[in-house]
């Protein structure tokens, strides 16, 4: 395997194509969004018996979501990053491994629930099994690193769906 690329402010390396995954991701699914909710309308009858306002109302909580999410995963990575190196397992970080990966999901989740384009979301489960590749790349390199106590952090906080409530790592 070779070697992933390092970000400059955090330990551990990224996938080596991983920015390439998840454009292609992006393209995919906004090609697809595009293509079956305002050209084709393939897969978007659903929407015909769902009000407008309700799937707006849903989309824009989940891209709401999305933005809070990315927001306080942002700000523990890259404001409040401690010291010393470790694991970081505060704030959101306490309640989902990958933030970052999980606001990048609602987001396509969100404009596809305000369309209703079943083609849409299920190119929303491609993009999971995208970012679950590079999350794990990453998460082998930070059990490289960090050892028992990223194996104890992945035991303790799921990996795509938040608690609610944090439980308190075990240190």
Not at 18 to 42: E, I
Not at 72 to 96: C, N, S, W, Y
């Amino acid at each position: 395997m070779t070697e992933g690329r390092h970000h400059p402010h955090l330990l551990g390396s990224e996938h080596q194509y991983g920015h390439q995954v998840q454009l292609l991701a992006a393209v995919a699914f906004f090609g697809v969004w595009v293509l079956d909710s305002f050209l084709l309308h393939f897969s978007d009858g659903l929407s015909e018996s769902v009000p407008l306002a309700i799937r707006l109302v849903a989309g824009g909580i989940m891209v709401g979501l999305a933005i809070w999410v990315f927001r306080l995963a942002e700000k523990v990575l890259f404001r409040e990053a401690p010291d010393e190196p470790g694991v970081i397992d505060t704030g959101i970080l306490g309640h989902v491994r990958h933030p970052l990966y999980l606001s990048e999901l609602l987001v396509y989740i969100g404009l596809a629930l305000g369309t209703l384009s079943l083609l849409a979301l299920g190119t929303c489960a491609f993009v999971l099994l995208a970012l679950d590749r590079i999350a794990r790349y990453e998460e082998r390199d930070l059990v490289r690193l960090f050892g028992e106590s990223y194996v104890a952090y992945q035991k303790q906080v799921p990996k795509w769906l938040p608690r609610i409530f944090a439980r308190k790592p075990r240190r």
